[in-house]
């Protein structure tokens, strides 16, 4: 099992910046792989950000263009890059790990572990 640590989030107006970042603990670095997922109010979990074995990224449509994802296997942390915020990306937002046969995966059920959620609200 992945443990899961974030930090960052807050309040930002229409147009401004945040990152969010995550620490994992509990497994090897190669074992894994994290992406970042949000829930909106009144709206399903959505996977927004992946890296994949390669180290290649995928990003829903939503987000692409706008947000970076990147993670620093050294240290076994995680980050999200959120650029051009706008008032519908007001979410909760999580980081989650998913076994390695799985990384890049955009299904909820590719990710068992998840961060504890933090809250990010943009205000037009």
């Known amino acids: 099992q992945v443990q899961l640590v974030q930090s960052g989030g807050g309040s930002v107006q229409a147009g401004g910046s945040l990152k969010l970042s995550c620490a994992a603990s509990g497994a090897t670095a190669s074992s894994f792989c994290i992406a970042w997922l949000r829930q909106s109010p009144g709206n399903e979990r959505e996977v927004i950000a992946t890296v994949n074995r390669a180290g290649g990224t995928g990003y829903a449509d939503s987000v692409k263009g706008r947000f970076t994802i990147s993670r620093d296997k050294a240290a076994n942390t995680l980050a999200l890059q959120m650029n051009s915020l706008q008032p519908e990306d007001t979410a909760i937002y999580y980081c989650?790990?998913?076994?390695?046969?799985?990384?890049?995966?955009?299904?909820?059920?590719?990710?068992?572990?998840w961060g504890q959620g933090t809250q990010v609200t943009v205000s037009s």
């Open positions: 989650a790990a998913s076994p390695r046969f799985k990384c890049g995966g955009f299904s909820l059920s590719d990710y068992p572990d």
